[in-house]
Every structure is written in structure tokens, then in C-alpha cells.
């Protein structure tokens, strides 16, 4: 009876295990909870203009963001997010399928986690070292005589997007990779019994089935690009600025820590609306 | 079902995409000249890093000491965070799990610039403590979650053997938990190393000016424009990088 006892205290409900997780809980509170209400709180008080801020109620710091130029930032982060996610998705989802049923399945899968942990500056760094004003390309068109003045190849807007493919592909690659891998063999080969051609496979039989796989390679890709920093920093020309180098400008700069706040906050809000969108929307129509 | 041509050229296609940017840089870091025009093999862009480059040492040595100790607090963290949420009451797994999610999918820079202003305001002074701060935040919802990931795939029934077996809860924890748990930790241990060695967002907006860390050092070269150096120091983390990818090959299923 008494192992019964000790048995059911330490299984069911109210364990007693939780105190384990209750550091782990504490720390994130402080250091990101609280934070991340800072953050919101800052973004509602008065600029010093020394840096930091002066304890009086005030909206200045999203009046200062308000007007065209930021808007023209946002919108421009939304559309080159997207468009990298989307990107990322098309050629992940034939290359993770390509790897799960492939003979060196564990020697490609190799090959994409060594980018996934190599890190992503000097990533960036390969692509300003080949298409840079003073890289590898221009140094061969400049030698060979093509051109008589270097080629503007980076700092501009498609510069950021394919690098910011190059940066996220592992991530879509790694979800979309773990969702076919679990998916059930026979289902492909029922189909193709069935009389499916390979075509058909692909759109009406794995697609579908992984849907929530690239919900999720979405999400890992378009998330990270809203917030991305260094990628504009180093290779964006004038026009490409992201939400990410104005937060830095305000902080840094500017020296505005209401309008860092401001844009932090609404950064946080699309962030919080397209996880809404994305994972519960996905889900929902899983459902149904 | 074989996949078919198609999706062998893309897969291809990616991996040439993946490596030939890396490539080239590996090897023009054996270039004789400064400029990316190959004029013959040398070694003396290394000889430069390993003798007159004290600076990124020191950078280094900082990232290593940040890494190592962000990662250990990180792991051991979160996998008492995850013994827990595996054991614990369905209303406590709901807390952790919200607690742990949303770090996890809001972008980096959120996190950095929201402890930059709380350590402000709080006059802490930015240093290597504040990066170790932000590093241990940042990463401890992986190591949460790999270490969960290695829980859920064993049977709960072998811990209730152990209780009814007479083993206290201490006992469980370090005979079967922990030994069950370990693939999970020492994959937590490596990815937590990783993002604390690779992160440059969080660390930019936390570091103060004596607390340069390797990443934030080569922002800086590489916004000063293309080096030898840095293909050197590149080509280092990267065979680093490939090192710790082989070696950790098996533990690679926690992670994704």
C-alpha cells in the first residue's frame, strides 16, 4: 500500500517535480518577460535626450515613427520576409523529400546541418567576399577587361533577399525533412499502385500531408528575417533598411529610446500576429 | 517511390548553393595576395592571425568563456525545466510550455534590445556577465526542448519500475532520469555552445565596449571591407564547425 502511495504522489498531478522547472521559470521571468514589458512600457514614456528616458507618460515615440519613411520600412520587411520564406520553401520541400528516400540519406542530412551551425557572419561574409565591389567577380571582369569600373552586385535589396536565403534555407530544410521522414512509405507506394504518376505523388499525396511541416519551415524562416540585423547592415544598399537597423539607429544614433521601444513593440505585434496566422490557421484547416 | 530527376537537380543545386561560397572563401584564404586575384599558395594570412592579431584572440577567449559558461547553466536549466514538464501537473506543463514557446519564436533582436534597456534601467553595467545573462536566456528554451524531445521518446513505465522498486526520488532522478535524459543533454550542451558562439544580435545590443565578443569582431572587419584575415578565421570556425557536426552526427534527432 505504501508503494501504491509513493507511486501515485510521484506520477500523477502535483508531483512535487515542478520545483525542477521552477529556476528555469524564474529566470525567463526575469529576464524576459519582464524585459519584453519594459519594452512595452518604454515605448509609452518620455525621451531623454541623453539616452534613456524620463518617467512621464507620453506617445511621442510612436509619433516620431509615425510618417511614411518607417511605414515604406515595415512594408518592406513584411515583403522581403516573405518572399524569402516563400523561396526557402519552394526549394526546401523537393530537397528534403530528395534527402528522406535517399541512399546517402545521412551523409546529405550532414551536408545541411554543417551550414545550419556554421556561423551566419561569415556566411554573409562568402557572398560580400565573391559579389562585392572590390570581390572576386569584379576582380575577374575588372582583369579580363569586361568592365572598366567595378559592378554594383550587392547592396540593394536583392542582395538581402539572397542572403537571406542563403542564411534560413537549413531552417526550412530541418522541419520540412523531420515531417516527410515521418510520413508513412507505403502511402507512395499505395498511391503509385493506384496508378498515380510521380506528378501526382508530389501535389495530391506528400503536399498535403506535410502541410503543418511547412507551416512550421514558414514560420522558422519569415520570423527570423523580420528581425534580421546584420544581413541588411552588410550587403543593403540606401533603400533596403529593415525594421531591424532602425531599432538599432534609434538605440544606437539616434539616441531616441521611446522610438526604439515603439518599433519594438509593433515588431513584436506583427511577430505575436503571424504565429497566430500561421501555426492556429494552420491548424484549423487540419481540423476540418 | 524514388524521387524523381527533378528534385535530385534541385537537391543538387542547393548543396553547390550551400558550399561554394564557403569554398571559395577556404581558398582564397591560402591566397599569396590581398586582393581575390589567386597569385599563389601561401600560409602568411595565418601567420598573421596566429602571431600579430592578439585582438581576436582576446575576442575569442571572451566568446569561449561566454559559451562555455552560458551553456553549462543553460543546460542543467533547462533539463531540470524539462524533467519537470515531463512529470509535472498537466496545468504546470501549460505554463512551461507558453514560457517556452514564445522566446522561441520571437525574432532575436526583440530579446536584445529589450535586456539592453532592462540592464539600463537597472544600472547594470554591460559586460561578459550581461552577454552570459542573454546567452542562458536565449538558449535555455532549446536545451528545454531537446532534453524533452530524448524524455518523450523512452517509457514512462521504466521511472514507475524504479518507485516501485523502492528508489526515492533522488535516486530515480540521478540512476534513471538523468543516464535516460543524457543523449538529450549532451545534444543540448552542443547546440546551446553553438548559439552562444554563433549569436551576434543579442550579443551586439549587450555587450559593452570592453566585452567584444569573435562574432562582433568580425562584423566589424567584414563592414570594413574583404580580407585575407578573415577568410583565415573563417576557414578555422568552419573546420571547427564541420568537427563538431561529424562528431555530434547521432545526437542530430534531438535537434530538429
Not at chain 2, 551553456?71 to 533539463?79: N, Q
Request: proline share 4%; charged share 10%.
Amino acid at each position: 500500500m505504501t508503494l501504491k502511495r509513493k507511486r501515485s504522489e510521484v506520477l500523477s498531478s502535483g508531483s512535487g517535480y515542478e520545483k525542477y522547472g521552477s529556476v528555469y521559470l524564474i529566470w525567463l521571468t526575469i529576464f524576459f518577460v519582464i524585459p519584453v514589458i519594459v519594452i512595452l512600457a518604454y515605448s509609452f514614456l518620455t525621451r531623454d535626450y541623453q539616452g534613456g528616458i524620463i518617467l512621464k507618460f507620453s506617445i511621442q515615440g510612436y509619433k516620431d515613427i509615425f510618417n511614411l519613411n518607417y511605414l515604406t520600412v515595415f512594408i518592406r520587411t513584411v515583403i522581403i520576409s516573405f518572399i524569402s520564406a516563400a523561396i526557402c520553401i519552394l526549394i526546401a520541400v523537393p530537397v528534403s523529400y530528395y534527402i528522406v528516400y535517399s541512399k546517402f540519406k545521412d551523409f546529405l542530412l550532414l551536408l545541411v546541418i554543417i551550414p545550419f551551425w556554421t556561423n551566419s557572419l561569415i556566411r554573409i561574409y562568402a557572398w560580400i567576399f565573391i559579389l562585392g565591389n572590390n570581390g572576386l567577380i569584379n576582380q575577374l571582369l575588372l582583369n579580363s577587361g569586361v568592365v572598366n569600373s567595378y559592378v554594383k552586385f550587392i547592396y540593394n535589396n536583392a542582395a538581402v533577399l539572397l542572403i537571406l536565403v542563403y542564411t534560413y534555407l537549413p531552417f526550412a530544410i530541418l522541419p520540412l525533412f523531420s515531417s516527410i521522414e515521418r510520413l508513412e512509405k507505403q502511402l507512395f507506394e499505395a498511391a503509385m499502385d493506384l496508378g498515380c504518376t510521380k506528378r501526382q505523388v508530389f501535389f495530391k499525396i506528400l503536399l498535403p500531408n506535410i502541410k503543418q511541416g511547412i507551416v512550421s519551415a514558414f514560420v522558422f524562416v519569415f520570423i527570423p528575417a523580420l528581425g534580421t540585423y546584420a544581413v541588411p547592415e552588410l550587403v543593403g544598399g540606401k533603400n533596403s533598411r529593415l525594421i531591424g537597423n532602425e531599432i538599432a539607429r534609434q538605440l544606437t544614433i539616434a539616441r531616441n529610446w521611446p522610438a526604439a521601444a515603439a518599433i519594438s513593440s509593433i515588431l513584436l505585434i506583427l511577430t505575436i500576429i503571424a504565429v497566430i496566422v500561421f501555426i492556429y490557421g494552420g491548424e484549423k484547416r487540419e481540423t476540418r | 517511390m524514388k524521387p524523381g530527376n527533378l528534385t535530385r537537380i534541385i537537391t543538387i543545386l542547393a548543396i553547390l548553393f550551400f558550399y561554394l561560397p564557403i569554398i571559395v572563401v577556404v581558398v582564397f584564404s591560402f591566397n599569396s595576395s590581398k586582393s581575390p586575384e589567386w597569385t599563389g599558395f601561401s600560409l602568411k594570412w595565418y601567420y598573421q592571425l596566429f602571431t600579430s592579431s592578439g585582438y581576436i584572440w582576446r575576442t575569442f577567449l571572451n566568446s569561449i568563456i561566454v559559451g562555455v559558461s552560458s551553456s553549462i547553466v543553460s543546460v542543467v536549466l533547462g533539463t531540470l525545466g524539462a524533467i519537470s514538464m515531463y512529470l509535472g501537473s498537466k496545468k504546470f506543463k501549460q505554463v512551461m510550455w507558453t514560457t517556452t514557446y514564445i522566446p522561441f519564436t520571437i525574432p532575436d533582436i526583440i530579446i536584445g534590445v529589450s535586456l539592453l534597456i532592462f540592464f539600463t534601467t537597472l544600472n547594470v553595467r554591460l559586460s561578459l556577465f550581461t552577454i552570459f545573462i542573454a546567452h542562458v536566456t536565449f538558449s535555455m528554451p532549446y536545451t528545454m526542448m531537446i532534453v524533452l524531445t530524448r524524455l518523450h521518446d523512452f517509457d514512462k513505465s521504466i521511472i514507475e519500475a524504479a518507485y516501485d522498486l523502492g528508489a526515492t526520488k533522488s535516486v530515480a532522478l540521478r540512476k534513471v532520469i538523468v543516464p535516460v535524459a543524457m543523449p538529450g543533454i549532451i545534444a543540448a550542451f552542443f547546440m546551446a555552445f553553438t548559439l552562444s558562439i554563433d549569436d551576434f544580435v543579442i550579443t551586439f545590443f549587450v555587450a559593452g565596449p570592453s566585452s567584444t565578443t569573435l562574432p562582433l569582431q568580425i562584423f566589424s572587419m567584414v563592414r570594413f571591407g574583404i580580407s585575407p584575415v578573415i577568410n583565415a578565421i573563417s576557414t578555422l570556425l568552419l573546420l571547427g564547425t564541420i568537427f563538431m557536426s561529424v562528431a555530434l552526427r547521432r545526437y542530430v534527432r534531438y535537434i530538429i
